[in-house]
């Protein structure tokens, strides 16, 4: 078992990326919870990660910018690539690993009493990166546009981040992604806590998205897979054995002409 480290050198490089993991497998103290993943995830493409509760998919996705290692007892082995840079190499700074590889929550996460504009240049700090007002202004247009909500909020920038709808705030957290000039975009099931109307601009979204960002999405709707993705991995833990890909592949041939039983059977909902 191999427990992964931190810290030092930046990441280079800001256009899409693709990522890769090479036989990653996880660990929860002596819970063995996913066992050698091996995944590309193409650059400006969206991958999506299906398969039922507890299969270790949203496990799996948090290796991939390094948050799993946040909680206490957790381990990995494996590798992380992005454009062929592990993001595990310990000459590697945490921050701008998950700089390059941004990561989107189930329930959206801005901060309520913080300005939408200060909810968007919030990264910033975070990352170090200092600009000017002008730029940051820009920056702040650039982001809430590719996120599908400058034209809803640009009149009210100064209100709090929130006041927001649901979907706004969902797409509020994904500008505040967008504003560091993420290679990757990670989605954990974006869209689970929101109503039809918001679901399908955050899968507009995503689509208009992929020619600046790679994207891997988390869902459980076998429908929203087949709407926004170019891939699927199907994910399965059965048997008291940790969770692995049993196919993966492109969605039109993981739905339609799938190679194995199991992935048949849950896109046709016969189980999970």
């Known amino acids: 078992m191999v427990v992964r480290g931190l810290d030092s050198a930046p990441l280079a490089g800001s256009a899409a990326a ?22 590309e995830m193409p ?8 398969g ?15 948050m799993h290692e946040l909680i206490r007892g957790a381990s990995l082995a494996g590798e992380v690539r992005l454009d062929g840079q592990d993001l595990y190499d310990r000459s590697l700074r945490l921050t701008d690993a998950r700089a390059k590889v941004g990561m989107v929550f189930q329930k959206p996460n801005p901060f309520p009493a913080m ?16 600009i000017g007002q002008g730029e940051r202004d820009d920056l702040v247009e650039e982001s809430l ?16 981040g929130g006041a927001l709808s649901g979907g706004q ?18 989605m954990d099931e974006p869209c689970s806590a929101l109503d039809p109307t918001s679901t399908n601009r955050i ?24 709407r926004v993705s170019d891939q699927c991995a199907f ?12 196919e993966a592949g492109d969605t039109d041939q993981v739905f339609n002409a799938p190679r194995d039983e199991r992935t048949s059977d849950y896109v046709n909902g016969r189980f999970g």
């Not at 705030?169 to 990670?186: F, H, M, N, T, W």
Request: proline share 3%; charged share 20%; aromatic share 4%.
């Open 18 to 39: 693709t990522l890769e993991a090479v036989e990653v497998s996880a660990w929860f103290g002596d819970h063995h919870v996913l066992e050698r993943v091996s995944l």
């Open 43 to 50: 650059a400006r493409q969206v991958t999506a990660l299906i």
């Open 52 to 66: 039922p509760s507890g299969c270790g998919k949203s496990t799996f996705l948090r290796t991939l910018n390094r």
């Open 115 to 130: 300005s939408i504009y200060d909810n968007v240049v919030s990264g910033l700090k975070l990352t170090g990166r200092k």
């Open 145 to 160: 546009t590719k996120a599908g909500l400058w034209k809803e909020v640009s009149s009210r920038l100064r209100e709090p």
């Open 169 to 186: 705030q969902q797409r509020l957290c994904i500008a505040r992604s967008l504003a560091v000039r993420p290679q990757v975009l990670l």
């Open 203 to 226: 899968e507009e979204t995503i689509r208009e998205l992929k020619d600046d960002v790679t994207i891997v999405i988390v869902t459980h709707n076998m429908q929203q897979a087949q």
């Open 235 to 246: 994910f399965l833990a059965s048997a008291g054995q940790p969770g692995h890909i049993v």
